[in-house]
């Protein structure tokens, strides 16, 4: 399986045959990152990495010299520049994005051909379907969005009319539930291992309290508190729906801020040097320690990967406890800021399977009894 290319990372096999990565830039101190690059664990070590030697680098500046005009090379560096890419996308859909163009740029036709020398109107179906073969499931869904993206880009500058990818459909792989769900046991385990007062449990209060994403968590504050509420725009939805969420703070959350040391800092999450995260990754890296220290272990899925209990997991869990008070899917959405229904029926479904299930084997044990009492 072809590996993905990422900027500063040095990939190479040790003297055991074990695969490794190291994040290397002039002026810093090389660290292994570690995961498979691509996977959620990797890339989010990944972009904090970036984050603290100084951003991601500007490959739209690198050999522009000696690119021709009208070539897919010259669409990309023009793409890079363009506000549809540095404004249009979130900074990690951009850290993501850029690479799988610079690699796209390096495949070759059956003649050796750079793909980056030709017209991107030359391009054919069967070129894009060539560069996906050897990818996984989710790897050709972050292709193909990125290079559908450039192409709805070169569209509408006029730099061709038709798109190649149209009809390109990836592959389907096992359905998988992504990222683990908290349960009540690892989240009693986690709230053991840390005592009110302490940072990590504020973490862990904050995200299960609201439902929060890891990016909003980072940067919710005591500007955001207003009257026993929380109020702030989600980040994920400034670019779609801006919607604002005004979620009352429960007792649990309100015992651990009351808990905390007195902070002038705009946020209440800060990291171990008293200061606010520098970014989501930076964020989630120390969530994920604080897991590893609490002894949540790694579970193998159906998908056969391996996951970890992380911050996403705790949004989930807390989406289902709603779905579980018998909240309904317009009033998990008003708590969760999911955009559609059909992205919080998920929950209410695993519950409602549940509860039918229990209440099947009742039925189940209560004829079983009425038969053995009949028997005798």
Not at 224 to 232: A, E, F, T, V
Not at 346 to 375: L, N
């Amino acid at each position: 399986m072809a590996e993905i290319k990422l900027d500063y990372v040095n990939s190479f096999t040790d003297a055991r045959g074990k695969r490794r990565h190291q994040f290397r830039r002039k002026g810093h101190k090389r660290i292994t990152i570690k995961g498979r690059p691509g996977s959620p664990e990797f890339m989010d070590h990944y972009h904090a990495l970036l984050e603290q030697t100084g951003g991601p680098l500007s490959v739209a500046e690198i050999g522009a010299s000696r690119i021709k005009a009208g070539t897919i090379d010259a669409l990309i560096v023009k793409y890079l520049k363009h506000d549809a890419f540095k404004k249009g996308l979130a900074k990690a859909t951009q850290a993501m994005r850029r690479p799988i163009l610079d690699h796209f740029r390096d495949c070759r036709t059956p003649s050796g051909r750079r793909y980056g020398e030709n017209r991107l109107a030359t391009m054919q179906k069967k070129n894009i379907t060539a560069v996906l073969e050897d990818k996984t499931p989710n790897a050709q869904r972050n292709w193909l969005k990125a290079l559908r993206h450039l192409i709805a880009f070169a569209i509408a500058q006029g730099e061709c009319s038709l798109d190649p990818s149209a009809g390109i459909k990836p592959l389907r792989g096992i359905k998988t539930t992504g990222h683990m769900t908290w349960g009540d046991a690892q989240i009693a385990q986690y709230r053991e291992r840390y005592a009110l007062g302490t940072m990590a449990r504020l973490a862990l209060e904050l995200m299960f309290n609201i439902a929060a994403r890891r990016h909003d968590a980072h940067l919710i504050g005591r500007q955001h508190l207003r009257g026993g509420h929380l109020s702030w725009r989600p980040h994920k939805t400034l670019r779609t729906t801006a919607k604002v969420l005004t979620i009352r703070v429960l007792p649990e959350l309100q015992a651990a801020l009351d808990a905390m040391p007195q902070s002038d800092a705009m946020t209440f999450l800060l990291n171990d040097y008293g200061r606010p995260f520098a970014s989501a990754a930076a964020f989630g890296n120390k969530f994920a320690d604080w897991c590893r220290a609490a002894g949540l272990k790694p579970v193998l899925c159906d998908d056969g990967r391996v996951r970890n209990y992380r911050a996403h997991g705790l949004r989930k869990s807390a989406c289902k406890q709603l779905a579980h008070a018998g909240c309904t899917g317009p009033e998990i959405m008003a708590v969760s800021g999911h955009a559609t229904l059909a992205q919080v029926q998920v929950y209410i479904d695993e519950v409602e399977q549940e509860r039918m299930a229990a209440s099947a084997m009742d039925k189940r044990s209560a004829a079983e009894a009425k038969t053995a009492t009949g028997s005798d």
